[in-house]
């Protein structure tokens, strides 16, 4: 009984979405919690021509996905080069080498870039899912 109240007691933690990212050598890991709408999620600049998003839905059940998109920063506005569509949760991932989504190759349509890319969840308890 004291382990269920201390448990209870333990502030609730949500699993992350971690992707990966390479670009001109540098890997970096970015982090999205879920959201409840798609559509307030910021880019994030990878370089001086990438532009990465990913969305991570967990509600209502039948919106649920993880998207990764890939844009490409130009003068006019970003173009998207690159989409993402996995289930939530993802039907693989635990235990392979590139998570749930595979590795992924992005490429620059003007500047001959290459970024890679691959995601897991991390689950609450900071073990990768």
């Not at 699993?15 to 540098?26: D, Q, S």
């Not at 649920?64 to 490409?72: G, S």
Request: hydrophobic share 40%; with cysteine; net charge negative.
């Amino acid at each position: 009984m004291v382990v269920a109240v201390l448990l209870l007691a333990l502030p609730a933690q949500a699993e992350t979405l971690v992707c990966h990212v390479t670009y001109g050598g540098e890997t970096r890991a970015l982090e999205a919690q879920p959201v409840t709408s798609p559509y307030t999620v910021p880019v994030q600049a990878v370089g001086s021509y990438f532009l990465f998003r990913m969305t991570f839905q967990k509600e209502p059940h039948d919106l649920a996905a993880i998207k990764i998109y890939v844009f490409a920063d130009r003068d006019t506005g970003p173009a998207p080069i690159h989409q993402a569509t996995h289930p939530y949760p993802p039907t693989a991932g635990a235990g392979t080498p590139y998570g749930f989504t595979g590795l992924h190759r992005v490429y620059e349509p003007i500047r001959d870039g290459e970024l890679e890319y691959w995601c897991e969840l991390s689950s609450p308890h900071g073990a990768a899912a």
